[in-house]
């Protein structure tokens, strides 16, 4: 039997789901605003399908951030995922 080349699963703070590294879009907040990962403090993860699913993420990112700024969240999102590409 071959040995698989293992990869970490992470979970997606907006469906639950399980991933591979690839399919998510690293995250963190910082006093109540989304940053993209700087390898520093607590981090999450959100699939790419729910990044395209604004209404939940929002949500969600609303929630791990604390902030009710969704507009904001959402607009840093975007500019995230942009950059990382
Ligand atoms: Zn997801």
Redesign the pocket.
């Given at each position: 039997m071959a040995r698989k080349f293992h990869k970490p699963i992470r979970t997606?703070i907006?469906?639950?789901?399980k991933?591979t590294q690839s399919e998510l879009v690293r995250l963190q907040c910082q006093e109540r605003q989304l940053i993209s990962f700087t390898s520093q403090g607590r981090s999450f993860y959100?699939?790419k399908?729910?990044t395209n699913d604004e209404k939940k993420c929002a949500k969600s990112l609303a929630r791990v951030c604390k902030s009710g700024e969704l507009g904001k969240l959402m607009y840093k999102l975007r500019e995230i995922i942009i950059d990382g590409r």
């Open positions: 997606c907006v469906c639950r789901g991933f959100i699939c399908e729910c």
